[in-house]
């Protein structure tokens, strides 16, 4: 995959490209921000780009000859990707990486070690690979990538260039869903909103099971302040047994929520998530609707905490209703 393929990530990719024209590349980098952004695909076009022969009087791999091609299946020999065996990434692969260290690369211009994501190094390979990186070989460049780079030690972050990542912007997420899914604009524009900006989360969230998931809650949640008690406790049965789904369930809650809160303080239509939801409520009172969101929060706190699931249902939804009759 090749830069131009990149989803988003303009000015990181416009540092990289001016390093290498530039003859500044790093021995050393650590990507770092959140998961499912792109850091891994900006990785191997970054590795593409140095080691496509093609690419010498371009600022961009061709993607298309043998060496892009085994690049992007992770199948060159001169692409070494360390990932976790087990829990850890292990000292024993650490040291089979620097042994082919003390030979050139096979074919391309130089050898790429990829590590991701890098807080996984047990503390013995992450020992053993800072004495790599503080004798650097020529010709052997590291691209390491963390969601947590402050769990990597000190001084392996201080011998790399560290490269941040942001979140993508949820128009980019949204365009791309509508243009490579089979979702609709308003599906696709909920999903982004959704993700926060993570297309990896992007695309989990577009499995039909989880759609049909956020319709059913957020259905429930426009009828919850009309519902008897007896209703409330049975919805609250069924969100008690929906454990794998939780997650999901408390995120349309807590965003249709957070659009009503920014409708009653005038915010535009275009903040919103769930346009339709939104649309059909005269917004409760401020106070009750950040009481409301902390009662979310503080229900995910007990769950995690091994209270009741039960109870812990019944509380939240019999609080949301009571917000949402207002």
């Known amino acids: 995959m090749p830069f131009s393929d990149i989803l988003g990530h303009q000015a990181v990719i416009a540092g990289l490209r001016a390093s290498r024209a530039q003859d500044r590349v790093a021995h050393a980098y650590l990507f770092a921000g959140p998961d499912g952004i792109g850091k891994s695909q900006v990785a191997m076009a970054f590795a593409q780009l140095l080691c496509c022969p093609e690419s010498v009087q371009s600022d961009d791999a061709c993607g298309e000859c043998r060496i892009c091609r085994l690049m992007s299946e992770r199948r060159h020999p001169d692409l070494v990707v360390l990932e976790p065996e ?77 490269v941040r990542f942001s979140m993508l912007e949820r128009q980019l997420v949204a365009d791309w869903l509508i243009q490579n899914s089979e979702l609709d604009e308003e599906t696709a524009q909920e999903v982004a909103a959704i993700s926060g900006g993570s297309l990896g989360m992007a695309l989990q969230l577009s499995a039909p099971e989880l759609q049909a998931v956020r319709s059913q809650w957020l259905e429930l949640l426009g009828r ?37 809160l920014l409708k009653s303080a005038g915010a535009s239509s275009d903040l919103f ?52 009759a207002q």
């Open 86 to 162: 087990g829990a850890f990434i292990k000292i024993s692969q650490v040291r089979e990486m620097t042994k082919m260290l003390r030979y050139p690369p096979v074919e391309a211009a130089t050898r790429v070690i990829l590590i991701e994501p890098a807080d996984k190094l047990h503390p013995a390979a992450a020992n053993a690979l800072l004495k790599t990186l503080e004798e650097p070989s020529p010709r052997n460049l590291f691209i390491l990538n963390t969601n947590q780079p402050n769990a990597l030690l000190t001084t392996i972050r201080s011998r790399t260039q560290q």
């Open 224 to 260: 919850l302040g009309g519902m008897s008690l007896n209703q409330v406790i049975l919805s609250a049965e069924q969100l008690a047994a929906s454990q794998d789904n939780l997650p999901t369930i408390m995120d349309v809650m807590r965003l249709a929520l957070r659009d009503l």
């Open 273 to 324: 998530t769930f346009h339709r939801f939104a649309a059909e409520f005269s917004s409760p009172r401020q106070e009750m609707l950040i009481v409301a969101l902390d009662g979310i929060d503080e229900a995910e706190r007990a769950i995690r905490h091994n209270v009741n699931p039960r109870l812990v249902a019944e509380n939240l939804l019999i609080n949301l209703g009571q917000t949402l």
